[in-house]
C-alpha cells in the first residue's frame, strides 16, 4: 500500500515546483506528510532511482521528479541503469 | 447532421516544441516539423468547425487515486499545460462543450462508459501538437484523455472500438458541423526505465503500415496485454492507444498516409505524422 504513496509524494513534487524545491531543502519535513516504510523514506531521501524503480515505482514518475529536483536526463539515465 | 472530415495523428514529445535535449540532427527535426506542416494543410483545408482529440495523461490530471480510461472534458474552456517542465506557452481553448456533453450521454447510453470532467486542464499531449496544428488556437476541442500511462489500461481493441464510437456518435449528433479527430502519443518510446532513450523503429514502421493499410485488427490482436506491447514500444508506447481510436474513427472516405517518421533517441521517441483525408 505504501507504493502509492511513494508515487503520491513523486506525483506532488511534479506538479508543484514549491514542493519539488522542499524536497531538496528540507527532504525530512516533506517525507513526514507521507505513509512511508523506513526502506522507501531512504530510498527516497538518498534519491536511490534504481532501488525505488526496483521497488515498484512508476518508472515515468521517477524521471519527472529527477528532472524536477533539478537533474538532467543524462543523469537520471546513468542512476536508472547502476543496479540497486 | 454532423461529419468526420479528417483525421490527424501525432506524437507529443515536448522537444518537438521546446529546446531539444542533447542536440538533434537537423534534417531529422526538419522533415517532423514539415510533416506537422503538411498535417497543419490538410487539417485547414477539411475546414473543421471542431476537434476531437485523443489523447493521455502524464499524471497531472489523473492518478492512481482516480484512474478513468476514458475520460470527456466537457466544459466551457480548458487551459494549460499543467506542469511545464518544457516552458511551453501557456494557452486557453475553448471546449466544444455541447459535442462533449452529447458524446458523454451518448456513450452512457449505449455501452461506452465515459467519465466526465466539467474542468479538465490541458497537458503537453494537446499544447505540443495543437501549436503546429492550430497554431491560431482557434479551433474548440473535445479533450478526451485516454488511460495510456497507468495499468491497468484499456485494451487497444477498447480503444478502437470507442473511435468507431465517436465517429457513429459525431454522425447522429444533429448539429450541421464539421469534426476533425486528432490523436496523439507515441510511438515507440521508454520514458523512465533503464531502456530510457531506446527506440523501436522496426516496430513504429510496422505499426504505421498497418495503420496505411486498414491492418489494425493485426495490431490488436498481437498485442492483448499491455505488458507485450510495452516489451517491444516501451511504456510510452502505450500511447498507440491514441493513434488506433482515430484510425476507429475514420469513415472509409478519408485514406490514410505517413506524413513522417523520424526514430529520434535525442528526443527519447520514435517520432511519426500520420493524416487521414479525402482525395
Given at each position: 500500500m505504501s507504493l502509492y504513496q511513494v508515487n503520491k509524494l513523486l506525483r506532488d513534487a511534479n506538479c508543484n515546483a514549491e514542493l519539488a524545491q522542499r524536497c531538496c531543502t528540507e527532504p525530512e519535513?516533506?517525507?513526514?506528510?507521507?505513509?512511508?516504510?523506513?526502506?522507501?523514506?531512504?530510498?527516497?531521501?538518498?534519491?536511490?532511482?534504481?532501488?525505488?524503480?526496483?521497488?515498484?515505482a512508476n518508472p515515468f514518475l521517477l524521471l519527472v521528479y529527477s528532472m524536477a529536483t533539478g537533474n538532467d536526463m543524462r543523469a537520471y539515465v546513468k542512476a536508472i541503469n547502476q543496479p540497486s | 447532421m454532423a461529419e468526420i472530415v479528417a483525421g490527424i495523428a501525432t506524437s507529443h514529445v515536448p522537444f518537438m516544441a521546446?529546446?531539444?535535449?542533447?542536440?538533434?540532427?537537423?534534417?531529422?527535426?526538419?522533415?517532423?516539423?514539415?510533416?506537422?506542416?503538411?498535417?497543419?494543410?490538410?487539417?485547414?483545408?477539411?475546414?473543421?468547425?471542431?476537434?476531437?482529440?485523443?489523447?493521455?495523461?502524464?499524471?497531472?490530471?489523473?492518478?492512481?487515486?482516480?484512474?478513468?480510461?476514458?475520460?470527456?472534458g466537457v466544459g466551457e474552456e480548458a487551459e494549460g499545460p499543467v506542469t511545464n517542465l518544457s516552458r511551453l506557452p501557456k494557452v486557453k481553448l475553448k471546449v466544444a462543450g455541447d459535442l462533449g456533453r452529447f458524446i458523454v450521454s451518448e456513450g452512457l447510453e449505449n455501452g461506452v462508459d465515459f467519465a466526465l470532467s466539467q474542468d479538465l486542464a490541458l497537458d503537453h499531449a494537446?499544447?505540443?501538437?495543437?501549436?503546429?496544428?492550430?497554431?491560431?488556437?482557434?479551433?474548440?476541442?473535445?479533450?478526451?484523455?485516454?488511460?495510456?500511462?497507468?495499468?491497468?489500461?484499456?485494451?487497444?481493441?477498447?480503444?478502437?472500438?470507442?473511435?468507431?464510437?465517436?465517429?457513429?456518435?459525431?454522425?447522429?449528433w444533429p448539429e450541421k458541423k464539421r469534426i476533425a479527430v486528432i490523436g496523439t502519443g507515441g510511438l515507440s518510446h521508454w520514458v523512465g526505465p533503464p531502456e530510457t532513450g531506446r527506440v523501436n523503429a522496426e516496430f513504429d514502421r510496422w505499426f504505421l503500415q498497418c495503420l496505411v493499410e486498414g491492418r489494425e485488427?493485426?495490431?490488436?490482436?498481437?498485442?492483448?496485454?499491455?505488458?507485450?506491447?510495452?516489451k517491444v514500444a516501451g511504456n510510452g508506447g502505450q500511447e498507440i492507444r491514441d493513434w488506433l481510436a482515430v484510425a476507429g474513427a475514420m469513415p472509409t472516405s478519408l485514406k490514410p498516409r505517413v506524413l513522417a517518421y523520424e526514430p529520434i533517441p535525442q528526443w527519447v521517441t520514435g517520432t511519426g505524422v500520420m493524416a487521414w483525408a479525402g482525395n
Open positions: 519535513a516533506v517525507l513526514q506528510n507521507y505513509d512511508l516504510t523506513p526502506e522507501e523514506r531512504e530510498a527516497i531521501k538518498n534519491w536511490q532511482v534504481r532501488k525505488l524503480y526496483d521497488m515498484g | 521546446a529546446q531539444p535535449w542533447g542536440g538533434v540532427d537537423e534534417g531529422q527535426h526538419g522533415r517532423v516539423v514539415a510533416g506537422l506542416g503538411e498535417a497543419q494543410k490538410l487539417l485547414e483545408q477539411a475546414r473543421p468547425d471542431a476537434l476531437v482529440i485523443f489523447s493521455t495523461d502524464h499524471f497531472d490530471r489523473c492518478f492512481y487515486d482516480n484512474l478513468p480510461p476514458f475520460l470527456v494537446e499544447v505540443v501538437p495543437l501549436s503546429f496544428l492550430t497554431p491560431r488556437w482557434d479551433l474548440p476541442i473535445v479533450p478526451i484523455v485516454v488511460n495510456a500511462f497507468a495499468p491497468p489500461m484499456p485494451s487497444l481493441k477498447r480503444c478502437w472500438q470507442v473511435g468507431t464510437f465517436i465517429r457513429e456518435t459525431v454522425e447522429r485488427a493485426e495490431v490488436i490482436a498481437q498485442y492483448k496485454k499491455a505488458e507485450e506491447l510495452e
